[in-house]
């Protein structure tokens, strides 16, 4: 069967639609005619997988050079130097040229394989090749790029020589944080001091503002209140007035107060258990904060202490601030106390 000619298998009829007639010389055998087309196969094949683009130079680059897309004139793309130094000069960035041009020659761009007579000398083999800035290449993980260098890996070395070194192209673009698909950087323009945090309900992390706790420490003098008696103070150390505008504290920036706590010292501590309660008091505003009720009994407060939490008052860079206690009528009241109060707050 190998051996007829291919006149031969052709007088049966007409083709079907899907098989093909070889033209070849009419004295062919089938067996030449496979040894022909083997030889095609072989010889024409990419066997290296080497794929690659047309591309015009905008400028003289030379062969190995990384080169991005930087526009196109309707017929040529055209490429440019790429370059480590800026998120357009490297995130565009395509492969390698495969031979040296000047401004406006017509070249091909490795984009994926092999690319060969280059010199790796410096280069060891198996190392990542990384884009450095104007078209050169950085070798090796030590000399991996870093912030605020964007990273672009360009493949890996697989032959060391000053003349016929090769790379193995494989362009990868690094990604920014901002490009990760769970970070959202958008919504809000980070700003200086931002830490990065998870937000379950969008299931996002997201940039925020870190949270900067201090306290703010109020000290009466002594004092022995009487019944149902409003008592004021705020710097450290001062005996309390009657009279709001006597103490006013100011920090100087706005801040808000998230919580507090407050205890009683001295030897004499004989109220009952009838409930005093604390306020912040707002000169400048006017306006009255309760943070909550308080004992002063020895038991309740002078050795235990009363946190108060879940509070926010906010206070603006201009306002005055007093604590204020008001005492209710007792049974028994305290004499000769301290207060110590500590507010905690959030700028």
């Not at 051996?3 to 070889?22: F, N, R």
């Not at 930087?70 to 395509?94: D, H, L, M, Q």
């Not at 990760?180 to 200086?192: F, G, T, Y």
């Amino acid at each position: 069967m190998l051996d007829k000619k291919i006149s031969d298998l052709t007088s049966a009829g007409a083709l079907s639609g899907s098989e093909v007639l070889p033209i070849v010389q009419s004295g062919t055998t089938v067996k030449t005619l496979l040894s022909t087309l083997s030889t095609f196969v072989s010889t024409d094949v990419n066997t290296n997988a080497i794929d690659k683009v047309t591309v015009k130079l905008s400028q003289a680059i030379n062969k190995g050079q990384a080169v991005y897309v930087s526009s196109a004139n309707g017929t040529n793309i055209i490429v440019s130097k790429a370059s480590n130094t800026s998120e357009a000069t490297s995130s565009k960035t395509i492969g390698l040229l495969e031979t040296t041009g000047t401004t406006n020659a017509i070249v091909n761009v490795i984009t994926s394989g092999l690319l060969a007579g280059l010199n790796t000398f410096a280069a060891t083999i198996g190392d990542p090749v990384w884009l450095g800035v104007t078209g050169d290449l950085i070798y090796g993980l030590i000399n991996k790029p870093y912030a605020p260098a964007h990273l672009v890996y360009i493949g890996v070395v697989t032959r060391v020589s000053a003349t016929v070194g090769e790379i193995l192209v494989k362009v990868q673009n690094g990604f920014e944080l901002k490009e990760i698909h769970d970070v959202d950087l958008i919504s809000n323009a980070p700003q200086n001091k931002d830490v990065l945090q998870y937000e379950s309900a969008t299931s996002l992390w997201k940039n925020k503002q870190i949270d900067n706790i201090f306290t703010v420490q109020f000290e009466t003098g002594t004092l022995s209140p009487a019944d149902a008696t409003t008592y004021y103070f705020s710097d450290l150390r001062l005996s309390p007035n009657l009279t709001a505008t006597n103490f006013n504290y100011n920090l100087g920036f706005a801040y808000t107060i998230i919580g507090a706590r407050i205890s009683i010292g001295n030897n004499v501590v004989s109220g009952t258990t009838e409930l005093a309660t604390l306020q912040i008091r707002n000169i400048t505003q006017g306006t009255t904060s309760s943070l909550g009720t308080f004992r002063t009994d020895a038991t309740s407060v002078s050795i235990k202490g009363t946190t108060f939490t879940g509070a926010s008052i906010s206070v603006a860079a201009s306002d005055d601030i007093v604590a204020q206690i008001d005492f209710p009528t007792y049974a028994t009241n305290p004499t000769s106390i301290i207060i110590f109060l500590t507010l905690i707050c959030k700028k």
